[in-house]
């Protein structure tokens, strides 16, 4: 801030009465204050395009960071590397994950798991030769919501949605294999693939996304992606 001090009319006298005379004083003049050099201003850095994510879309090949206009900020595949894709979320997210290490059993591989509020990583670390239906990652959905991010799959269902309400809305036949269990399923498909088919025949050997409710309401309390149907549906 530049302060300019001036001293305009201002006259000091100095009144001395002597025997010969008056004298006049002269008057003491400020010099003017050298202007302030002005420091320029370097532009803010972009802010982090992840930062502006408000949806979640989950497909059966990819899913998608959508901010609130709709456009997708980034597609991350389910064969990308798990570095790149933890670090997104957790920026589109707005927090670290909970990780934890999972040794794996006989129906699925080991593995470390990423946890976000209602919302799950699983990076697959499986043996040399075992389990081929297996994505490099897989995610999985506990709630219609992860911090202030949507979440819901590529044809805009979440959990909490009725699933044999959706299935009629799609034509989509409902799998009540399990319904003993309490679970229901059916599968937002992807094209079919052109490696080796699992031992189901009844479906089609393709990435899908899998909706279950694993209660009598028929809720949707899960959705998961990638997965085979042709691999694991007994």
């Known amino acids: 801030m530049i302060k300019n001090f001036t001293r305009a009319g201002i006259i000091g006298v100095i009144a001395a009465v002597a025997l010969t005379g008056c004298q006049s004083g002269t008057p003491d003049v400020a010099s003017p204050a050298a202007p302030a050099s ?36 980034v597609t991350l595949s389910y064969d990308d590397p798990i570095d790149r894709v933890v670090d997104a ?32 990583l699983r990076d697959h670390l499986p043996p040399d030769g075992k389990f081929p239906d297996y994505a490099n990652f897989s ?7 992860s911090g202030d991010v949507s979440v819901a799959t590529t ?28 679970s229901i399923f059916y599968f937002e498909l992807g094209p079919e693939l052109g490696t080796p088919s ?7 050997n393709a990435s899908a996304v899998r909706v279950a409710a694993n209660s009598e309401s028929g809720a949707i309390d899960e959705i998961a992606s990638p997965t085979n149907p042709s691999f694991w549906v007994h």
């Open 139 to 145: 995610v999985s959905v506990s709630a219609p919501v």
């Open 89 to 120: 979320l957790t920026v589109a997210l707005g927090a670290d994950p909970v990780v934890a290490e999972d040794s794996g059993g006989d129906e699925y591989p080991p593995g470390v798991d990423y946890d976000w509020d209602g919302f799950g």
């Open 198 to 204: 699992g031992g189901n025949t009844l479906y089609p």
């Open 155 to 182: 044809g805009g269902y979440r959990v909490g949605d009725d699933l044999r309400a959706a299935a009629r809305a799609l034509g989509v036949d409902v799998d009540t294999t399990f319904e003993s269990y309490g």
């Open 38 to 73: 002005s420091t320029p201003t370097g532009s803010a850095p972009p802010a982090d395009p992840l930062t502006t994510v408000t949806a979640l879309l989950i497909g059966p090949e990819n899913f998608e960071l959508h901010d609130k206009s709709g456009t997708a900020v």
